[in-house]
DNA sequence: CATTTTATGTCAGCCTTGTTGACATTCCAA
DNA sequence: TTGGAATGTCAACAAGGCTGACATAAAATG
């Protein structure tokens, strides 16, 4: 609608996938997709009494061991109540550690226990299983292509949170 | 873990990018990725009374008009009961037709209304807004293998609804 | 024709996970 | 010492999932 029909335009090779047909198929398939990827951990959480923000929690607290609530807040973007309400029963049910600041003695920095760890170990298993599939199927070359498209997609925010992620991992 | 670190086994093309430290990424990616996708619509569905339920049955009516109530239920993944409180309130509001099926009149053919149909146009006009952003930024190739991944990431059922909605489309 | 199955709607109640508002505590910093 | 930041907690509420039970109409099947 907004582009018009038009595809061979001169110069242009950046026009010919985007009518609005395909961005449509864009969207579906990401609706679809993230279906699936949650799927798994889902089915597992199911069987204890947690649920995905719980899984959201123990994932970044994995990837970044010691952060504090107030990180969490913003990498999760939920309030403090809610977050809260998550971390009380992981720290109740012994699956995370809540350290009180060194320095700064407000902060509580946030670490896995290693029944946590295990959770997490379970839960990462089945979802990168299927992100292994997935990308086994669409090969390398298709992978970078995904990778660019997600990074595209996400708030300035986010992405500096990806970002970071991404490079105290490598 | 799974994998073992290893490369470049002779022969493996596709065991390069699948360490667990990329599929890690790969998680993250649709995770943040994911929160942009839905961050626009939300924003508008804020303002009224709906929630992002209402945009999805919105969308798949749309895509599919006439489709039948139990047709929805197995796309959306959700039970009737969830969808008919979803589905009351966008025809209580004039956004939705609900008409008994010619040959079967147990059925419901789902249609949207003028009212249903300018707000689809809005808030499929700010997702796609991004989507296209994201994909002129990424480039055509990338823009393939972005779809192709997520395909390959969807669960058998969800990309035969998937691909049914793009033969009807194209 | 009688019965069963299917499609749909509806009521009631529960859970998770998000929200806001109010308030307490701790403690760094000016 | 006072202000503000970080955190925790209580209460109330809403969206949107879920299950179970039940009603109705119509199709399908015996």
Redesign the interface.
Known sequence: ???GGGAAAPGG??L???T??????????????????T?DPDRILDDLEYGRAHH?AI?FIN?APGTTVNNLLHIL?VTKQSLNRVLRTLIEDGLVESRIGARDKRERHLYLTEKGEALE?EL??A?????????????????????????????PD??R??NR??DS??
Do not use: C, N, W
């Open positions: 609608m907004a582009e090779e950046s010919l996938f985007l609005d047909e395909q961005l449509r198929k864009g969207i579906e398939a990401m609706y679809f997709a993230y279906r699936g990827f799927a959201r994932h990837r973007g170990a990462s298993t979802q990168r299983a299927r992100m292994r599939d997935a990308f086994r199927h669409a090969g390398p070359e298709a992978v970078a292509g995904f990778r660019t498209v997600l990074e595209a997609m996400m708030d986010m992405r949170h990806f992620l991404k991992g490598a």
